[in-house]
T-cell receptor, first 114, second 110 residues
Framework: KAGVTQTPRYLIKTRGQQVTLSCSPI?????VSWYQQTPGQGLQFLFE???????NKGNFPGRFSGRQFSNSRSEMNVSTLELGDSALYLC?????????????FGEGSWLTVV | ELKVEQNPLFLSMQEGKNYTIYCNYS?????LYWYRQDPGKSLESLFV?????AVKQEGRLMASLDTKARLSTLHITAAVHDLSATYFC??????????FGKGTLLTVNP
């Protein structure tokens, strides 16, 4: 059974550019969430989607956005990149995001902003 | 504001010894997760604890949940080098979000 797949795995961007990260959840999973991991702030919730609807959003500026497609695949976009956006971005999936669901994480996308 | 506090943040153990990682949280919740992260890798799901008194074991790791005390523990029995990693607890809820602790960096020395 394939796990959560994230692309690209590594990328380097320049300040001011934008970036799009992609996530394919485990087959049959309809809830996809995104997290940012940095050494200083730890793991922080970005947003969660289910059936193409955002059900919750973390405390990040509007430069961070996401969406989910009808096949449950998800993308997140960061516009006008800042140095502080350098982080590991993790995508997670679960069946519904509901009680009792195990939440599985992908390998992550390492973003470096220079 | 919901807080999840783990301690210790750093733990150096000898092989064969036992130890416990503690996870305290500030509000009621009906789900508590434990994850393992190896350097440069993603998060591996270890346990999902759903009710007061829940206890789960896998190999040398055992996790428990006390919802009244708002405390979860991850107990390591007879540690081996392969258990060296960072361990995170995370609180879930009906808002579809996990709130993570800062993680415990465990080093098991021969």
């Amino acid at each position: 059974k394939a796990g959560v797949t994230q692309t690209p795995r590594y990328l380097i961007k320049t300040r001011g550019q934008q970036v799009t990260l992609s996530c394919s959840p485990i087959s049959g999973h309809r809830s996809v969430s995104w997290y940012q991991q940095t050494p200083g702030q730890g793991l922080q919730f970005l947003f969660e989607y289910f059936s193409e609807t955002q059900r919750n959003k973390g405390n990040f500026p509007g430069r961070f956005s996401g969406r989910q497609f009808s096949n449950s695949r998800s993308e997140m976009n960061v516009s006008t990149l800042e140095l502080g956006d350098s982080a590991l971005y993790l995508c997670a999936s679960s069946l519904t995001g509901g009680y009792g669901n195990t939440i599985y994480f992908g390998e992550g996308s390492w973003l470096t902003v220079v | 504001e919901l807080k999840v506090e783990q301690n210790p943040l750093f733990l150096s153990m000898q092989e064969g010894k036992n130890y416990t990682i503690y996870c305290n949280y500030s509000t009621t919740s009906d789900r508590l997760y434990w994850y393992r992260q190896d350097p440069g890798k993603s998060l591996e799901s270890l346990f999902v604890l759903l009710s007061n008194g829940a206890v789960k074991q896998e190999g040398r790791l055992m996790a428990s949940l006390d919802t009244k005390a708002r405390l979860s523990t991850l107990h390591i029995t007879a540690a081996v080098h392969d258990l060296s990693a960072t361990y995170f607890c995370a609180l879930g809820g009906s808002n579809y979000k996990l709130t993570f602790g800062k993680g415990t960096l465990l080093t098991v020395n021969p």
